[in-house]
């Protein structure tokens, strides 16, 4: 009796990797069995994790570009809109979302408004406090110094900013 045993290996994506574990904790935990999956993992938490803080370096950036554009206004006369809260598109589960964590780090280090859109929801979870007000998108729009797209709802598709305000677009969006 002879047999011939043909084992075909595919390289997996990231979101292969992914999509087969529980979570990628798992697969850094497990690296003794697959150390260049491992690696993959950890390299893309690490880029996760840190870009909320690059979103953040952004909306600092875009409120010190209307300082310098327009002198007369002081930080707290720049208002900050927020478009999406949701943990992802179309949406209305807050949970474990990035957005809200962001927007909360908006509020603790800008002086001034801040609005948040978020069309999936009629009210904010009471967890939010301060100068943090819902807003429709076309009160946010008018009053916004300063646009952020956190969350590509569908419902943005046709927003177009107007010149005056900066554009921190994290989705692709609206950029040009």
């Known amino acids: 009796m002879f047999f011939v045993c043909f084992f075909f290996f ?4 990231a979101y292969e990797i992914s999509a087969c574990l529980v979570g990628s904790e798992m697969c850094i935990r497990d690296r003794s069995k697959t150390p260049d999956e491992a690696r993959l993992i950890r390299s893309a938490r ?6 909320p803080f690059w979103v ?5 950036l ?7 554009k327009q002198p007369e206004k002081t930080a707290r006369d720049v208002s900050v809109a927020c478009f999406g809260l949701a943990f992802k598109a179309n949406i209305d589960d807050l949970r474990e979302s990035p957005a809200i964590a962001i927007a909360q780090q908006v509020v603790a280090s800008h002086p001034g408004r801040v609005l948040v859109v978020e069309p999936n929801i009629e009210e904010l979870p009471g967890k939010f406090s301060g100068n943090l007000t819902l807003a429709s998108t076309d009160s946010a729009m008018q009053e916004a110094d300063v646009v952020v797209l ?3 709802h569908k419902e943005f598709r046709e927003i177009a900013p107007h010149p005056r305000q900066l554009v921190v677009d994290t989705r692709g969006l609206w950029e040009a």
């Open 10 to 13: 595919k390289q997996k994506t």
């Open 46 to 51: 690490e880029v996760n994790d840190h870009k």
């Open 56 to 60: 953040l370096e952004k909306i600092k």
């Open 62 to 68: 875009a409120v010190a570009d209307v300082l310098q």
């Open 150 to 152: 956190l969350v590509d």
